[in-house]
């Protein structure tokens, strides 16, 4: 099929995920033939340390739709990863989703057949469950609740990890070139029309997650220091009921001097003043030090990821 023709893309990236590819393979092969062949896949293999990108290879050529894969030179992780994907991407609408089929495939042709009837221009997978054993579904649900409080309100309630969007909206992304951003909070500040498809997340059948606590952890603080001013503004007011208690602190001090009613200097409380606003000076000179080293980022220009292969089969 000439690359032309290509009408529907799936960006999935790739880590840790060799046991996942037979079924994802014939997962895709099904979604092809209800497709009418005019669908690519391209397949970013973010520094993964298995065979995941050697085995893609091997099953490039028997792949009965165009596919593209690419391989960072070292692990990005995953958003930037999805990037370079949609910056290959070649069809008309493109569609993102994870390599552990978590998210039914079913869900992609629903996202594309909206897209199609131009019923939005960005659409998210909303979930309403998810098959997770109990203790991670409690994180994630709590995690997710911190993201919508303290970074995106807008963001369905168990975030989201799917989503597809047409060719306006995916240029407008790839518009953006910042790092340590979120990828997630992005795709809501762009705006553009949405909508939202419920599903039920799959149990994952091989493998682990690589998504752990350390790196959802850092990427809230990565969309809360790009996306919200909240830290900059609890500082300040920290600094405003500081300056509150000590000038309450001294009045009783000062008052107290004047009836005679104190006589021997506190040390204890002088200590702990001092401890306290200098633990507060140092919160303070952190939050802005966050900002200042993400806006250092970004003046050093570097490219968000590097591309090493690039390999297609034609179809």
């Given at each position: 099929?000439n690359?032309?023709?290509?009408?529907?893309?799936?960006?999935?990236?790739?880590?840790?995920?060799?046991?996942?590819?037979?079924?994802?393979?014939?997962?895709?092969?099904?979604?092809?033939?209800?497709?009418?062949?005019?669908?690519?896949?391209?397949?970013?293999?973010?520094?993964?340390?298995?065979?995941?990108?050697?085995?893609i290879?091997?099953?490039?050529?028997?792949?009965?739709?165009?596919?593209?894969?690419?391989?960072?030179?070292?692990?990005?992780g995953?958003?930037?990863?999805?990037?370079?994907?949609?910056?290959?991407?070649?069809?008309?609408?493109?569609?993102?989703?994870?390599?552990?089929?978590?998210?039914?495939?079913?869900?992609?042709?629903?996202?594309?057949s909206?897209?199609?009837?131009?019923?939005?221009?960005?659409?998210?997978?909303?979930?309403?469950?998810?098959?997770?054993?109990?203790?991670?579904?409690?994180?994630?649900?709590?995690?997710?609740?911190?993201?919508?409080?303290?970074?995106?309100?807008?963001?369905?309630?168990?975030?989201?990890?799917?989503?597809?969007?047409?060719?306006?909206?995916?240029?407008?992304?790839?518009?953006?070139?910042?790092?340590?951003?979120?990828?997630?909070?992005?795709?809501?500040?762009?705006?553009?029309?949405?909508?939202?498809?419920?599903?039920?997340?799959?149990?994952?059948?091989?493998?682990?997650?690589?998504?752990?606590?350390?790196?959802?952890?850092?990427?809230?603080?990565?969309?809360?220091?790009?996306?919200?001013?909240?830290?900059?503004?609890?500082?300040?007011?920290?600094?405003?009921?500081?300056?509150?208690?000590?000038?309450?602190?001294?009045?009783?001090?000062?008052?107290?001097?004047?009836?005679g009613?104190?006589?021997?200097?506190?040390?204890?409380?002088l200590?702990?003043?001092?401890?306290?606003?200098?633990?507060?000076?140092?919160?303070?000179q952190?939050v802005?030090?966050?900002?200042?080293?993400?806006?250092?980022?970004?003046?050093?220009?570097?490219?968000?990821?590097?591309?090493?292969?690039?390999?297609?089969?034609?179809?």
């Amino acid at each position: 099929m000439n690359q032309n023709t290509i009408e529907y893309s799936l960006v999935i990236p790739i880590y840790k995920n060799e046991d996942n590819l037979p079924d994802l393979f014939s997962a895709l092969s099904g979604l092809s033939n209800r497709l009418d062949d005019s669908f690519e896949v391209v397949f970013v293999v973010d520094g993964s340390p298995d065979r995941s990108f050697l085995i893609i290879q091997s099953q490039l050529e028997n792949l009965p739709y165009r596919a593209q894969l690419i391989s960072h030179s070292r692990n990005f992780g995953a958003f930037v990863a999805v990037r370079t994907g949609l910056e290959h991407a070649t069809g008309k609408f493109t569609a993102v989703m994870a390599a552990d089929l978590q998210e039914p495939i079913e869900l992609i042709e629903v996202f594309f057949s909206c897209l199609k009837k131009d019923e939005a221009d960005i659409v998210f997978g909303k979930r309403t469950d998810r098959k997770d054993p109990p203790l991670r579904k409690f994180l994630a649900k709590t995690y997710w609740k911190l993201y919508r409080k303290f970074v995106l309100a807008e963001i369905p309630e168990g975030g989201v990890d799917v989503f597809a969007c047409n060719s306006m909206v995916k240029d407008t992304l790839l518009s953006i070139q910042e790092p340590n951003s979120s990828l997630i909070a992005q795709l809501f500040w762009v705006g553009y029309r949405r909508s939202f498809i419920p599903y039920e997340r799959q149990e994952r059948k091989h493998g682990k997650s690589s998504w752990g606590m350390r790196k959802r952890l850092q990427y809230m603080l990565d969309s809360i220091f790009s996306y919200s001013d909240l830290p900059i503004l609890a500082v300040l007011w920290i600094g405003v009921t500081g300056c509150t208690i000590t000038f309450i602190i001294g009045l009783v001090t000062l008052v107290g001097k004047m009836f005679g009613l104190i006589e021997v200097p506190g040390y204890t409380s002088l200590t702990l003043i001092i401890l306290f606003f200098s633990s507060l000076l140092l919160m303070t000179q952190g939050v802005i030090g966050c900002y200042l080293w993400r806006a250092f980022e970004n003046t050093k220009k570097r490219p968000l990821s590097i591309t090493n292969r690039l390999i297609t089969n034609d179809k």
